[in-house]
């Protein structure tokens, strides 16, 4: 039998995916991948119970159903500032796992270069490599999560073909700051590099602190393929509904490299979703004070039991750091909490490209009672854990 594929030899399974695996095992209250136990919001699920009888059970158009990409031009025209075409700047994919992997395979090529902000999620390495392409990873230095600007310059000197923008940041909670974003911007102007931006956690943020698009920037459009999705904004991680927002000139490559990865999202899910994409400004705002309530009731529950923890800016992880408890490993920490305390966590080393073993990640996107129950279980921490 021949070889199979070099390129795909390293991957291990999703370390994200296996700790809820391990979680459903022991019984842990599972605050390691993230996505919510609470209902989505009330209308959308009764319009999914009337699409279910209606005409909606083949194929859209391949890009997306025309109304699906109206509502959502119509809402993210509002929020990013510009004005967004839905016929010719928008693919609806499975998912913005989706569609950062259209992305990534409409500006590489083999051998080509990418820039990717370290922590990162985990796929994003897993894209570039399935690109062909070859990733350069930046740091992003703790506790504030800053990158120096000569770093990132120096790693764009290597002639990058595209860099990747998670804002906000998982795992980290970092928000860039206009600051930030401009100094990534006239980089990516004077080395004529694309940027490909991953912003589910849009609409999650916690004040001060503000989201800012980074094709809304003056003479980044033209260069930014925008990836987002419904998952985390409506609570529907299992619907598979993302999207890029692209020039025509990208928007057309991509809907082809769609064509062919899964030919298109699905058709009842979108006519449902739309009703999500027609809400007012006063349910963002509700988003956000609702997170803002759960991020408060988590950090006091952390402070309460005197665990070292980031505070996050945007998105809802928290990354704990648990040197005090002498493990080598993160992820057999990580096990042995699940089954010794019975709360699911993901190892911090599987977001860093740099040696980092002293830092899991937990989210909390959680009914109240769920969170409550973590902390009460993570009381006991020092007893079982400490070696």
Known sequence: ??????????????????????????????????????????????????????????????????????????????????????????????????????????????????????????????????????????????????????????????????????NPSNPCGKVFTIDDLNIIADLAKKYDTYVITDEVYEHIVYEPNKHIYFAALPGMRERTI???????????????????????????????????????????????????LNFGDDYYKWLSNKYTEKRNLFLKGLDDIGLEHTVPEGAYYILIDISEFGYDSDLKFCEELAEKVGVGAVPGSSFFREPVNNLIRLHFAKKDETLNEALNRLESIRTKMIR
Not at 232 to 258: C, D, F, N, Q
């Open 1 to 166: 039998m021949q070889n199979l594929s070099e390129r795909t030899a390293g991957f291990t399974d999703s370390v994200i995916r296996r700790m809820t695996r391990i979680s459903n095992k022991y019984g842990a209250v599972n605050l390691s991948q993230g996505f919510p136990d609470f209902e989505p919001p009330k209308e959308i699920l009764d319009r999914l119970s009337k699409v279910a009888y209606e005409d909606f059970h083949q194929y859209s158009i391949t890009w997306g159903a025309k109304n699906f990409r109206e509502a959502l031009a119509k809402k993210q025209s509002h929020f990013m500032g510009i004005n967004i075409d839905p016929e010719s700047e928008i693919v609806v994919t499975c998912g913005s796992t989706e569609a950062m992997m259209a992305a990534m395979m409409t500006v590489t090529n083999p051998g080509d270069k990418v820039i990717i902000f370290s922590p990162f999620y985990e796929n994003y390495g897993a894209d570039t490599i399935l690109s062909g392409a070859e990733p350069i990873y930046v740091p992003l230095v703790p506790p504030d999560f800053h990158f120096d600007p000569e770093v990132l310059e120096a790693a764009f000197k290597e002639h990058p073909k595209a860099l990747i923008l998670c």
């Open 226 to 276: 925008s990836c987002s999705s419904l998952s985390k904004t409506y609570s529907i991680t299992g619907w598979r509904l993302g999207y890029t927002i692209a020039p025509p000139e990208i928007t057309e490559r991509i809907k082809k490299v769609h064509d062919f990865l899964t030919v298109g999202a699905a058709a009842p899910l979108q006519e449902a979703a739309v009703t999500g």
